[in-house]
């Protein structure tokens, strides 16, 4: 269990999701406690990670999303040892067991399309046991009621969050965080 996690989204349950380079200043300058960086590339990583941990804030990088690093183990290990961000963000099963292995906080992040997709996503939650699930969208209650409740994993909701009420709804039915690239909801 990352406490550290934990502690830091229970504080401030909304997270600044960076998905444009432009908006890494904004999220900085935000009352959000946590980033969830989902651009990026081997050029420019270190210094993104530096800069947002300069800033007293903690970053999780969402690992496929990252251009110029194969998805696998190596790339994980290299960006775990070099760079040092605060835990990973990943789709792939197979990354959140090597990050688990390795210590590192590791965030799987799950699209909920259908039932078939929701009852692939609990099992493998309790194939991989991450940290936290990031699932998209977030704007489905009774989903974040559900995988919550058959998981036992926290959950955070992320995509198509769009105003205050669809922060409270999510937390409401359990979500312990929200993950957004909004910028008015960074501040709410």
Not at 29 to 43: A, H, K, W
Not at 88 to 100: F, G, N, Y
């Amino acid at each position: 269990m990352n406490h550290k996690l934990y502690e830091k989204i229970e504080a401030n349950p909304v997270i600044a999701a960076v998905n444009s380079m432009e908006k890494l200043d904004l999220a900085i300058q935000s009352p959000c406690e946590i980033v969830f960086l989902l651009t990026g590339n081997i050029f420019n990583l270190r210094k993104i990670i530096d800069k947002v941990k300069n800033a007293d804030m903690d970053i999780y990088v969402h690992l496929d999303l990252m251009e110029g690093f194969s998805k696998d183990m190596m790339a994980l290990k290299y960006i775990h040892e070099n760079m040092r961000p605060d835990g990973i963000i990943t789709t792939k099963s197979s990354l959140v067991k090597t990050a688990r292995s390795m210590n590192i906080c590791a965030i799987q992040r799950f699209f909920i399309l259908d039932s078939l997709s929701l009852e692939r996503g609990i099992h493998a939650i309790h194939n991989t046991r991450p940290d936290a699930i990031e699932i998209l969208p977030g704007v489905m209650p009774k989903i974040i009621k559900k995988i919550h409740h058959e998981t036992k994993v926290p959950v955070i909701g992320s995509g198509l969050i769009i105003d205050k009420e669809d922060v409270i709804e999510s937390l409401k039915a359990g979500a312990m965080g929200i993950s957004t690239s909004k910028e008015e909801i960074w501040y709410m």
